[in-house]
């Protein structure tokens, strides 16, 4: 007799790289394990955790401390937190949560399963350990029918920027090995997947210390070079490490979307150095002009940070200068917020909250102006679109993105999911793009040829 598996239901915080290393947990637990999507099925609640700023530290707290009942009602249940927040606290998070069974860390995932055996056996497990090599695991994260994959192709950051928790909740930089990579998207690829994100804290500076040293761009371009594969992407970059050879990649490889996602943090060169983020605003500027000559039309994206320790009103300006000389099409914006063993949390001239907020506030209404520009730009024009699924606010239409990475709502038939179509764009939101469908112009439906795959309510974000 087989025994029916046991339920897994994990709650992901954070970035892409989080979702990506979830998806990794679940196939590392595959073998006891079927993902559910309901927590109260579930036999293992793992808790993928981010600590970049402290709302998403108090959010997984507020997390743990809601799932008392549900630990109550089903004491087998094991519940675990992953990821950086366990990382940074460790034991004392099972001194705060005393219904927790299982705390581990960024290599934690690795050892899952014996950890939750353990843990299965009652005890309280704490693994943080950070040693350095680790096996390079395939990360066989799509399931039949999925057209879009992200794969994790270096983990850790050795850059210290002074606000960023990362180096030490993730670790020293580790690039995987090129071959792995390129099999492993040679695998989706010939399975019918058609975008691949590659994901890394910096992805700039892969394959610095492999055995044999190959830059991003030379990975780009075997990856370029797979039949099958339409769309490639990657997050994160540094802007220091942008390089010519880089710049020029997307001008020439076919698979390489139109988008960048640099961020860049700040406009003013005071606060960049007190940032150690080793470039300064005219760098930045310089790499940007390089972009848009090896590439017209490139969308750019930015993560900015508002009332970082000194931050004068002077500096802001300067923030809100470049956003307007970059034209960002989008950005990401955060008020400063103090992290654990960073250099910036012991700056003495911290930013009160109400200045924070108040420029945070101006920062977005710029933003906000400027998206609405790129957006009215496209109106008019026919984009090829990655059919996504169905938009999450009118599920009688469609939701895909552009190369150029914008979210475009259109109708259109059903066989659309996970095909390129041609749509024109027809209205400018502030968040998203209406189009519509131009008839029999599905260029790759590459989903519509394996069996079993249905439209589905994706998520996709619009914003
Ligand atoms: N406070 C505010 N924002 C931060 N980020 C990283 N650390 C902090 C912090 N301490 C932002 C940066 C980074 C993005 C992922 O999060 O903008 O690029
Ligand atoms: Fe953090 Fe800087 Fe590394 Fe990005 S590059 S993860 S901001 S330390």
Same mark, same amino acid.
């Given at each position: 007799?087989?025994?029916?598996?046991?339920?897994?239901?994990?709650?992901?915080?954070?970035?892409?790289?989080?979702?990506?290393?979830?998806?990794?947990?679940?196939?590392?637990?595959?073998?006891?394990?079927?993902?559910?999507?309901?927590?109260?099925?579930?036999?293992?609640?793992?808790?993928?955790?981010?600590?970049?700023?402290?709302?998403?530290?108090?959010?997984?707290?507020?997390?743990?401390?809601?799932?008392?009942?549900?630990?109550?009602?089903?004491?087998?249940?094991?519940?675990?937190? /992953?990821?950086? $927040?366990?990382?940074?606290?460790? *034991? =004392?998070? #099972?001194?705060?949560? %005393? @219904?927790?069974?299982?705390?581990? +860390?960024?290599?934690?995932?690795?050892?899952?399963?014996?950890?939750?055996?353990?843990?299965?056996? /009652?005890?309280? $497990?704490?693994?943080?350990?950070? *040693? =350095?090599? #680790?096996?390079?695991? %395939? @990360?066989?994260?799509?399931?039949? +029918?999925?057209?879009?994959?992200?794969?994790?192709?270096?983990?850790?950051?050795?850059?210290?920027?002074?606000?960023? $928790?990362?180096?030490?909740?993730?670790? =020293?930089?580790?690039?995987?090995? %090129?071959?792995?990579?390129?099999?492993?998207?040679?695998?989706?690829?010939?399975?019918?997947?058609?975008?691949?994100?590659?994901?890394?804290?910096?992805?700039?500076?892969?394959?610095?210390?492999?055995?044999?040293?190959?830059?991003?761009?030379?990975?780009?371009?075997?990856?370029?070079?797979?039949?099958?594969?339409?769309?490639?992407?990657?997050?994160?970059?540094?802007?220091?490490?942008?390089?010519?050879?880089?710049?020029?990649?997307?001008?020439?490889?076919?698979?390489?979307?139109?988008?960048?996602?640099?961020?860049?943090?700040?406009?003013?060169?005071?606060?960049?150095?007190?940032?150690?983020?080793?470039?300064?605003?005219?760098?930045?500027?310089?790499?940007?002009?390089?972009?848009?000559?090896?590439?017209?039309?490139?969308?750019?994206?930015?993560?900015?940070?508002?009332?970082?320790?000194?931050?004068?009103?002077?500096?802001?300006?300067?923030?809100?200068?470049?956003?307007?000389?970059?034209?960002?099409?989008?950005?990401?914006?955060?008020?400063?917020?103090?992290?654990?063993?960073?250099?910036?949390?012991?700056?003495?001239?911290?930013?009160?909250?109400?200045?924070?907020?108040?420029?945070?506030?101006?920062?977005?209404?710029?933003?906000?102006?400027?998206?609405?520009?790129?957006?009215?730009?496209?109106?008019?024009?026919?984009?090829?679109?990655?059919?996504?699924?169905?938009?999450?606010?009118?599920?009688?239409?469609?939701?895909?993105?552009?190369?150029?990475?914008?979210?475009?709502?259109?109708?259109?038939?059903?066989?659309?999911?996970?095909?390129?179509?041609?749509?024109?764009?027809?209205?400018?939101?502030?968040?998203?793009?209406?189009?519509?469908?131009?008839?029999?112009?599905?260029?790759?439906?590459?989903?519509?040829?394996?069996?079993?795959?249905?439209?589905?309510?994706?998520?996709?974000?619009?914003?």
């Amino acid at each position: 007799m087989v025994w029916p598996k046991r339920k897994l239901y994990i709650r992901t915080f954070g970035c892409q790289m989080n979702v990506a290393d979830s998806e990794l947990m679940a196939q590392i637990l595959g073998e006891q394990y079927d993902l559910t999507a309901r927590a109260e099925d579930a036999d293992l609640f793992l808790i993928n955790t981010c600590a970049i700023r402290r709302k998403s530290e108090e959010k997984v707290k507020s997390l743990l401390g809601s799932l008392k009942p549900l630990k109550r009602a089903r004491p087998q249940l094991i519940l675990g937190v /992953g990821g950086c $927040v366990a990382q940074q606290e460790g *034991e =004392r998070l #099972l001194a705060f949560a %005393p @219904h927790l069974n299982l705390v581990f +860390g960024a290599k934690g995932i690795y050892r899952l399963p014996e950890l939750v055996d353990r843990a299965a056996r /009652g005890e309280r $497990v704490v693994d943080v350990a950070m *040693e =350095r090599d #680790l096996p390079d695991l %395939p @990360h066989r994260t799509w399931s039949p +029918g999925t057209f879009q994959t992200m794969v994790t192709i270096m983990r850790g950051c050795d850059n210290f920027c002074s606000f960023c $928790v990362v180096p030490y909740v993730r670790g =020293r930089e580790t690039s995987r090995e %090129p071959g792995a990579i390129v099999d492993e998207v040679a695998a989706f690829a010939a399975a019918g997947g058609l975008e691949v994100t590659l994901l890394g804290q910096n992805v700039n500076s892969y394959g610095r210390g492999l055995p044999e040293p190959m830059t991003f761009p030379q990975l780009l371009r075997r990856l370029d070079a797979l039949p099958g594969l339409r769309r490639l992407r990657f997050a994160t970059s540094h802007p220091r490490d942008l390089s010519p050879e880089l710049v020029n990649a997307f001008g020439e490889l076919g698979s390489l979307c139109e988008h960048l996602h640099l961020p860049v943090q700040s406009g003013a060169n005071r606060i960049l150095q007190r940032m150690n983020r080793g470039y300064t605003r005219e760098h930045y500027l310089e790499k940007v002009a390089a972009l848009k000559g090896a590439c017209p039309g490139i969308a750019l994206s930015t993560d900015l940070i508002v009332g970082f320790p000194g931050e004068t009103e002077a500096d802001f300006l300067q923030t809100l200068d470049l956003m307007r000389e970059a034209g960002f099409d989008q950005a990401f914006s955060f008020k400063y917020s103090p992290r654990p063993q960073t250099r910036a949390a012991t700056f003495p001239d911290q930013v009160p909250e109400d200045v924070k907020a108040e420029r945070l506030a101006r920062l977005q209404a710029l933003q906000d102006e400027l998206t609405r520009k790129a957006h009215a730009r496209l109106v008019g024009r026919e984009q090829e679109v990655l059919v996504e699924g169905r938009s999450k606010r009118s599920p009688q239409e469609w939701c895909g993105r552009l190369r150029t990475n914008q979210v475009v709502n259109f109708i259109g038939p059903r066989e659309l999911l996970g095909s390129l179509a041609r749509v024109a764009i027809t209205e400018a939101h502030p968040h998203s793009l209406k189009g519509r469908w131009v008839e029999g112009s599905s260029t790759c439906n590459r989903a519509a040829e394996r069996p079993g795959t249905s439209p589905r309510e994706v998520s996709c974000s619009e914003r």
